[in-house]
């Protein structure tokens, strides 16, 4: 399997020399992506592969049903360095229909480390219990969750002292909320876009 994967990339890096000779040389200069992307782990939505980007146009952290949690270093560090080194303004939190996170974390407690991941979905689901009870059960509704999940995840960022200070001083961040359908392929924007001009005044009422 390993060797299968080191054979694609020695011909993908061989074709790329080929169709520009200076190529690798320029990706080794520095990188200056136009976008943050936080997305599920799953391997159906490579964010580079359905945005139509090449390497070095957008920055990603990927998790396990693209969740923001406040005590996530690994997260706030790729946030931080994304805003305040890179200079990036567009931040997007992707989730995805068919999410196995989400669909984790309606079922019970069977999932093991997962189920403490998940935790803030379940309670999302609890507190969002009349929304979701419109769709059927299953797929429908877990979408509506993966949905309602993205919302959450874009108002939770927007509250992290990282875009508080960015809005403070003047940075024109944007955080966006977009849901991938894997059964078309085809990204959605939820329209639930935040740019500090009303939050960063909320924060410090
Ligand atoms: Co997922």
Redesign the pocket.
């Known amino acids: 399997m390993l060797h299968h994967l080191l054979a694609r990339n020695s011909d993908w890096a061989e074709a790329r020399r080929r169709a520009d000779p200076a190529y690798f040389e320029r990706m080794a200069q520095g990188q200056q992506p136009s976008y943050f992307w936080i997305g ?3 391997s159906r ?1 490579p964010e580079n592969v359905v945005g139509g980007l090449d390497p070095g146009e957008i920055f990603v952290h990927r998790n ?3 969740l923001v949690h406040s005590t996530d270093f690994s997260l706030l560090s790729a946030l931080e360095f994304a805003i305040d080194v890179l200079g990036i303004r567009e931040i997007i939190v992707c ?2 229909t068919g ?4 669909a984790a974390a309606s079922q019970g407690l069977v999932n093991g480390l997962a189920d403490h991941w998940l935790e803030a979905v379940r309670r999302l689901a609890r507190r969002n219990e009349a929304d979701l009870s419109a769709f059927p059960e299953g797929p429908a509704r877990n979408d509506r969750l993966a949905e309602l999940s993205v919302i959450e995840a874009v108002a939770r960022l927007a509250e992290t002292p990282i875009l508080q200070r960015a809005w403070a001083r003047g940075d024109r961040v944007s955080v966006h909320g977009l849901l991938y359908r894997l059964s078309e392929g085809e990204l959605r924007n939820l329209d639930v876009t935040l740019t500090g001009a009303h939050l960063g005044r909320d924060a410090k009422e």
């Open positions: 599920c782990s799953d939505v396990v049903a693209n989730g995805h999410c196995g996170g989400i």
